[in-house]
């Protein structure tokens, strides 16, 4: 959660807090003190500080509302949705596990995106793989493809999964022409 949530759920917390107490101490008051509290309202500089501070409330709300909305769901993938309820995983597992099935490999994965479709239960992934120059990319892509599809379905449990991987040849070091 970032500093800006943290500060609107905070005033926010304080808010509701506030309203609940005012509510709560409004709800316990003699019936004559409160006819003059309410007395108060008639003037109308009384009335706009009042509607400016609903108001206020108002924008507070819809900004967390919005922002909940927003980021509810943004990190995670649905693995199953039904009417009983959903099954979230989160992203960034998906994408370690790609990359770790590459790194099994011995390569380095420079970039692992994953998407479930749970409609049609099925994954895309998609990797990008820095390797040297010499080495078979066909029968390496096979391994690949194939270690990736094996450690996403133990992962998630769908065995429809279809992996795209593109190669990024590997600049020649230059420590290993040095004498």
């Known amino acids: 959660m970032g500093t800006f949530k943290r500060v609107i759920f905070s005033v926010m917390t304080v808010v509701l807090i506030l309203l609940g107490a005012i509510f709560l101490s409004v709800g316990l008051m003699k019936l004559d003190m409160l006819f003059d509290i309410l007395y108060y309202l008639q003037n109308p500089n ?42 979230l995983i989160k992203r960034n597992s998906l994408e370690h596990t790609v990359k770790t099935a590459v790194e099994s490999k011995g390569l380095e994965a420079v970039q692992a995106g994953v998407e479930i479709l749970s409609k049609d239960e099925k994954i895309n992934a998609k990797t990008k793989v820095q390797v040297d120059a010499g080495r078979d990319l066909s029968l390496l892509s096979e391994e690949l493809k194939s270690e990736i599809r094996k450690a996403l379905t133990e992962l998630t449990g769908l065995s429809d999964v279809n992996v795209d991987v593109f190669f990024e040849k590997s600049e020649p070091s230059l420590e290993g022409n040095k004498r």
């Open 46 to 87: 009384v009335r706009i500080g009042v509607m400016v501070v609903g108001g206020l409330l108002l924008l507070f709300a819809i900004i967390v509302i919005v922002d909940l909305i927003i980021s509810s769901n943004s990190d995670y993938e649905y693995l199953k949705e039904d009417e009983a309820g959903s099954v």
